[in-house]
């Protein structure tokens, strides 16, 4: 009688690959648009302006779904280890995202304030926008939200201090003595960020986390299968490789449509400082809403800060590799709009609770800066 195979391995296998393909869908689309980009970039060029700009709003789409992807699986794995190593590891990705695409499409700009413009975007969107419209919205459906507010005095003055050395004080250095400023910044931002690390997942690692006694039932835990914390890493990589090639195509998508075309001069730094904020955006809405106040100042403030001395000495480290200087010294309007935001934040998060009307102020500050890009300051 001729034996039977059996089918248990098989099957499982097939019940594997659906739920990959269901889970990353979006992934691989991202990565489909961005092997089409590659074949057909050169042909839309001839079909002028309007049919780029399409292109670039269909890649901005895929490079949010890549970098959506990303953020669930550090998301994943953030819920495993809990705060303060899950918000870093959330921040850290975002960066990463962020330095990718803001390399690249500085590189095909040409622009020297691209990296100061989007940097200022970003801190912008992660506190004012972020904070405020978290704290908001979970204020009207909360009330007062509860976090640790060392972690919110830690955070902010590292802000302030980043921001000064590294886009305040370069207005007066001379020109002839960029290199060395630039060189003493890289070193003074690593510096930094390995104390900050080292207080982060250290000694002062309870600076970064609050206790819920009555919110202990967070989100369940995954079930045994896909995804294991290998295959998260596996499609996190992915996910940046596919951000990095889908950036350059935008980047030649963006200058073609926009070339002849009044637009404001931040326009551009917003588009990359939303592509990395808006994972994290997410991610603190719903923290938000499950009233977990300490997750998203991790996050708005971890993020902000991580863009300053993660990403400054990574642009500036470029820029001396290149010899081409990039202008980080932030114009007087964004001086008074970061040490506002910044003054602001520093006293909404003084006493370990926010609410609505905290929510409210850090985002009309947030339509502030809006008001003042449309306007082209």
């Known amino acids: 009688m001729a034996s039977t195979a059996p089918r248990g391995g098989t099957g499982a296998l097939s019940t594997q690959m659906k739920a990959i393909l269901l889970s990353e869908k979006f992934l691989f689309l991202a990565c489909a648009l961005a092997v089409a980009g590659y074949v057909a970039d050169v042909?839309?060029?001839?079909?002028?302006?309007?049919?780029?700009?399409?292109?670039?709003?269909?890649?901005?789409?895929?490079?949010?779904?890549?970098?959506?992807?990303?953020?669930r699986h550090a998301e994943r794995i953030a819920q495993k280890l809990g705060d303060p190593y899950g918000s870093m590891i959330l921040t850290l990705s975002a960066v990463l995202v962020e330095v990718i695409v803001l390399a690249i499409v500085s590189a095909k700009a040409g622009s020297p304030t691209l990296v100061r413009d989007s940097i200022y975007s970003a801190v912008m969107l992660d506190i004012n926008g972020i904070l405020g419209v978290a704290a908001l919205i979970g204020g009207f459906k909360h009330g007062e939200q509860s976090y640790n507010d060392d972690s919110a005095r830690t955070y902010s003055v590292m802000i302030l201090t980043a921001v000064a050395v590294s886009m305040v004080i370069p207005e007066f250095v001379p020109l002839p003595h960029w290199r060395a400023y630039s060189g003493f910044t890289i070193v003074a931002m690593l510096l930094l960020y390995?104390?900050?690390?080292?207080?982060?997942?250290?000694?002062?690692?309870?600076?970064?986390?609050?206790?819920?006694?009555d919110k202990q039932a967070r989100r369940p835990s995954p079930a045994p299968g896909y995804p294991n914390r290998r295959q998260s890493i596996a499609v996190m990589v992915i996910g940046i490789v596919a951000v990095g090639a889908l950036a350059e195509l935008m980047s030649h998508a963006l200058n073609r449509g926009l070339e002849g075309v009044a637009v404001p001069p931040g326009l551009l730094a917003l588009i990359v400082a939303g592509i990395s904020a808006a994972p994290e955006m997410l991610t603190a809405l719903r923290a938000a809403l499950a009233d977990r106040m300490q997750s998203v100042v991790n996050i708005a403030l971890g993020a902000s800060l991580s863009t300053v001395i993660l990403t400054v000495p990574a642009m500036e480290a470029l820029a001396?590799?290149?010899?081409?200087?990039?202008?980080?010294?932030?114009?007087?309007?964004?001086?008074?709009?970061?040490?506002?935001?910044?003054?602001?934040?520093?006293?909404?998060?003084?006493?370990?609770?926010?609410?609505?009307?905290?929510?409210?102020?850090?985002?009309?500050?947030?339509?502030?800066f809006l008001m003042l890009l449309v306007l082209g300051l």
Request: charged content about 10%.
């Open 43 to 71: 042909r839309l060029e001839a079909y002028g302006q309007l049919v780029s700009l399409l292109e670039s709003a269909v890649l901005i789409g895929a490079i949010l779904a890549a970098s959506l992807s990303v953020a």
């Open 194 to 213: 390995s104390v900050f690390l080292r207080m982060q997942t250290g000694p002062h690692s309870y600076f970064f986390s609050y206790s819920y006694p």
């Open 320 to 368: 001396l590799y290149t010899g081409q200087r990039i202008d980080m010294a932030l114009t007087p309007v964004q001086t008074v709009m970061m040490l506002v935001t910044l003054l602001a934040a520093a006293i909404n998060l003084n006493d370990g609770q926010t609410n609505a009307i905290e929510g409210m102020t850090h985002f009309i500050l947030f339509g502030t």
